[in-house]
C-alpha cells in the first residue's frame, strides 16, 4: 500500500481496486485466487483494519462477503471470470436479498485465454442477475469504480459486479490516492426472516422488487456520470468501454464516443441520442456482441461482431488498438496495409513443468504405467505436455474425481484399475472434496492422486487451507488432508515422496489395484518455495551411453547436445529424479 502521505501512485488495475475498496471503507475482502484476479486480494492483505481471507472456493468467498453485509459491513470478493460460475448459485439467490452493506464482486475476464481454460464474457452475469455492473478503462477509474459500486450497491441495495479484464487487471497507470472512510453505521445483524430466508413463499415476494430495481437501475444509468458521450467528428462513433475504449481512442482520436462505464443495464435514451448524432455507428466489445444484441433490438443499426451482419471485429481474443484501426479502415474500404514480418522472432517455447517441480515424477511414473490420468485446473494440467502425455482431460476446478468415477461407471472397474484422477491440495479443498464422497458413497473404485505441493502455486503461491498459513502469510490452523481424505470414507490411503519414483510407482501401482476407493498423496513443496536446493546434478561423460533414459523426465535443466544431457546448473535444483533414470551411472548426486 502507498503511504498516505503520497498523492498520486502508479498501481496496477488490481491494485487500485484494492486502494479503492480500503479507501471505500471496506471491513472484509476474501476470494479465491485465479489470473488476473489474484493481486486484489494480495495487495488488500497489506492494508491494515480489514479482516482479509482467501477461501476455498468462489462459492464460500461469496457467502462470507453475503454474511458480512447482511451485518451491515462493506464486503469485497475477487476471483477470475470462471470463479463466478462456482459462486453463481449464492450469487442468484443473494441478489434477490436487500444489500445492507454493500457488497462487490470482482469478475476478472481473460480474453485471449492466457491463463484459462474459456473466455467466457460475465458481463451477463449482470443481465442474469439483474445487478449492475460496472466495466472501468484504466486504474483510476478502478480505483473510482470501485468505491461507486459500493455506494451504488447500497443505494440500490444490490450486490455489483466490477467487471475487469486481464490489461486493465495487470496494466499500471497513476492513480489519486484518497483517505479510507469509516462507515459511519453500527454494525449489528438483524433478523429479517422475510428478506433472508429464500424459501419460496419470501423469494416469490421478493422477486418483483428485483424487477423494480432494476427498473431504477435503467433510469440511474441515463445520467450515471461513468457514462459519457464525447462529440468530436460526426462521421463515425464508437460505443464502446472497458479496455476496449483506450484501444478506440488511441486508434481514432477524433473520432466521436460514447463510453459506457456503466455496462449493464444500459443507458438507452443515451444510446439512441448518440446514435442519432454520427454517421456510422459501431461498437467496440471484448467478448460475446453484449451491447451490440441490445443495441440492435433497440432498431438501431450497428457495426461489431456481425450478428446482422459481416463481422467487423473479432468475437474470439483480446482486441488492441491495431486490430481495432484495421477493422475500421478496412470495413470503410481502406486497403489493408501490408504486414512485415516481425525479425528476430523468438523461437516458441512451449510450457513445461518448472525443473525440480515434484509433479514431474508422478507424471513420468504415470506415463511409464500407462495409465488413463483424468485432470484438473492447476499446473499439473502440464502433464499434458510431451514427454509425459499424460493427462487426457481437464475441464474445469474439481472435475478430474468425478470424471473419473463417470469413467468407471461407463466403462466397469477393470477400467478403472487402469485410471487415475490427479488433482493439487489446494483445488481438492476447492471442489474436490465432495466428489470423492461420491465415489465413496455410490460404490465406486476410483483412485486419486492428490499432488500436495503445499501451495496454490500457479497463481503465484498464495496460500490455502492446507498450507498452515493465512492470507497475511501468518500462520494458520492447517487442514490434515489425510484425515479428510480418510473422513470422506476412504479407507486406503498412502503418502508418496515423488522425487522418489521407485516409491511413487509402487504406490500408485499398488492403488489402482485396490477394488475400493484409494487416496495417494504425493508430497513435496514447490521446487519454486521448498528453498531446500541440493548441488546440480553431476555429470560424468565418460560413463555417458548415450541411451536418452534421463530425457524422458522433460527436466528443461537437462539440455540436449546431441545424444548427450548437459547439466544447466543454472536451473538444476538437485531434485536427482533423472539420477535415477540413469542406467550408466553418467548422472549422479553431489555431496552439499
Known sequence: MPPEKESVAILLGNEAIARGAYEAGVAVATGYPGTPSTEVIEALAKMPDIWVQWSPNEKVALEVATGASFAGARALVAMKHVGLNVAADPLLTFCYMPVKGGTVIVSAGDPGMFSSQNEQDNRHYGCIARIPVLAPSDSQEAKDFTIAAFDISEHFSTPVILFTTTRLSHGRSAVSLGKRIKPSRTLEFVPRIQDFVMVPANARKRHPIVEQRLDALKEYAENCQFNKMELKDRDIGFVTGGIAYQYVKEAFPEASVLKLGLAYPLPKKLIADFASQVDRLFVVEEGDPFWEKEILAMGIDVIGQGLTGPAVFPRTGELSTDIVRRAVETHLGAKPPVEEEPRDALPLRPPTLCAGCPHRGVFYVLAKCRLNVTGDIGCYALG?????????????????????????????????????????????????????????????????????????????????????????????????????????????????????????????????????????????????????????????????????????????????????????????????????????????????
Do not use: W
Open 384 to 592: 499434458a505436455s510431451p514427454p509425459f502425455n499424460s493427462l487426457h482431460t481437464c475441464t474445469c476446478m474439481g472435475a478430474s474425481i468425478g470424471e473419473a468415477m463417470g469413467l468407471e461407471k461407463a466403462m466397469g472397474t477393470e477400467f478403472s484399475r487402469r485410471t487415475v484422477a490427479v488433482i493439487g491440495d489446494s483445488t481438492f479443498l476447492h471442489s474436490g472434496i465432495a466428489p470423492l464422497i461420491d465415489v465413496v458413497y455410490n460404490r465406486g473404485t476410483v483412485t486419486v492422486v492428490i499432488l500436495d505441493n503445499g501451495t496454490t502455486a500457479m497463481t503465484g503461491h498464495q496460500d490455502n487451507p492446507a498450507s498452515g498459513r493465512d492470507a497475511r502469510g501468518k500462520p494458520a490452523p492447517r487442514v490434515d488432508l489425510e484425515a479428510l481424505v480418510r473422513a470422506c470414507g476412504v479407507k486406503d490411503v498412502s503418502i508418496a515422496d515423488p522425487y522418489d519414483l521407485e516409491g511413487t510407482e509402487k504406490a500408485i501401482r499398488e492403488a489402482v489395484s485396490r477394488e475400493e476407493p484409494s487416496v495417494v498423496i504425493t508430497r513435496r513443496s514447490c521446487a519454486l518455495t521448498s528453498g531446500t536446493a541440493k548441488p546440480p546434478v553431476h555429470y560424468l561423460s565418460e560413463l555417458c551411453i548415450e541411451c536418452g533414459n534421463c530425457f524422458r523426465i522433460g527436466c528443461p535443466a537437462l539440455e540436449k547436445e546431441n545424444k548427450r544431457p548437459r547439466v544447466n546448473e543454472t536451473l538444476c535444483n538437485g531434485c536427482y529424479m533423472c539420477v535415477q533414470l540413469c542406467k550408466s551411472g553418467a548422472l549422479a548426486e553431489q555431496e552439499a
